[in-house]
Every structure is written in C-alpha cells, then in structure tokens.
C-alpha cells in the first residue's frame, strides 16, 4: 500500500507539471500560421553589429519577426526566409530552453552593403525587402569607467562623419532583465561630424540594485538606416539596420 501511495503521488506530480507546461506552451508560443500571401502578416526585420566598447567584442545578428493584423506574433507555415541566398532559421520556441519567436541569421553585418531579403510561401510565391547598411562604422568611443551622480556626461566617438551616429541610449541595468529596451532612454544627435555629444546629468541616475554589479548604466551609440518591404505585405513592417557601440559604467 505504501508503494502504491508513493507511485500515485509521482504519477500525480509529473501530470501537474505536465499540464503547467502544457498551459505555459500554449499560452507563450507564437499561433502557426497558414496563408495564402504577404497581406495577412507584417515583417519586422532588424540587422544588428554590436562593437563592445570595453573589450573589442562584435555580435551580428539578423532577425526576421513575423507579426499578424492583431500585433501577434506568428510563426508562418512552410514558410523559408533568405538573406542574401542564405537560408535563415526558424523560430525556436520548444517547451523547454529559450524561446526565439523570430527568424534568425549571423551572417556578417557590414558596412554600405545591401541585403536582401526572400520571404517564400508554401506556394512558392517570393515576397521581398531590402536594405543598404550605414556606410560609416563607429570604431571607437570614449567615456569614463565612473560617472559622478548628477553630472553631465561628455561622450565622444571616431570616426566622425555628418551622418552617423544619429542617437545616444541610455539604458539601466535590472537584476531580472539585465540591460534591454524596457528600461532606456533616447537621445537624438543633432551634430554627429562635431564626433561628441554632452549627455543631460538627468539621465546619469545612481542606482545600486545589486551589490554585484557596480556598472549598472549602459551608453549605447546608434547609426541606423532604414529599408522597404514589398508593398503587399501590411502596413506597420519595417527594415532597419544598426550599427551600435556600447559601454557600461559605473555612476556614484
């Protein structure tokens, strides 16, 4: 009897988690679309070159987000994406590990170049957008590692160009999302060939919301283009490509 007990309550807790997970996936997960053609879904498309200030590293990414009428987002059925010929992967949102709702590529992102995208129904038909990235790269900034409170912040970057960068982020770090767009704000460069920038001391807040992370402020310089998408799909796309340098510091 005392098995029993015990092999009923195992069954009991792994049906529990199972329907948990089962809500959880059904709730999170993007809807599997089926349609005929571009007039049901708007694609986001975003190309990125991320340049670590602080330590010279670079990330690429390409991300190709699908997003319904209502604002949701989709993942279409038999549905392949290409850049420039090269076939992207699709979206990965299984019930366990991290969650991509988006199409994603790593190809390098570099400058003054043009990139093509194919979006290919199940039916064959080719949709396409396209963009031409910054002709100018940031290569260099230069900040303090530590910011008095309450100071404005002169930031400054090579090389400098009439163009590029075109807006400064600030962004807060937080213990559960670390640094993202939840919590930032946007600063429009109105002289970028002038290559520095005098940063508001309001923006430049103290915050100690961990004792393990001193660097909780983020200064992030934007150049971005924009691209076009075929005209079939719904309004409310967009192509955009950024390249974007950071650095985190300290301010106390």
Sequence with gaps: MKSFIINTTTHNYFLFIFILGFIYFSCESPQLLSVEGPEDIRPIILLTKDLNNQTGKIKCLISVTIKDKDGQNVTIANCNIYVNDSLM???DWSL???????????IPVVTNSLY?????????????AWIRTP?????SMT???KHKRNTALNVQWLPKDYMYPQKIIVQYWNIEDGFSSDDQVIQGIPYPYIGEYTLNKAFLRYTNKSDEVLEETRIVLVSETTGELDKNFLDGGSVKSQFRIYQNLEVY
Excluded at 96 to 106: H, L, N, V
Excluded at 117 to 125: A, N, T, W
């Design 89 to 91: 992967s699709l979206p």
């Design 96 to 106: 366990f590990g991290a969650k991509r709702y988006y199409y994603k590529s790593t």
């Design 116 to 128: 093509t995208f194919k979006i290919i129904f199940s039916d064959g038909e080719i949709y396409e």
């Design 135 to 139: 002709a100018v790269d940031i290569l």
């Design 143 to 145: 900040i303090p590692e």
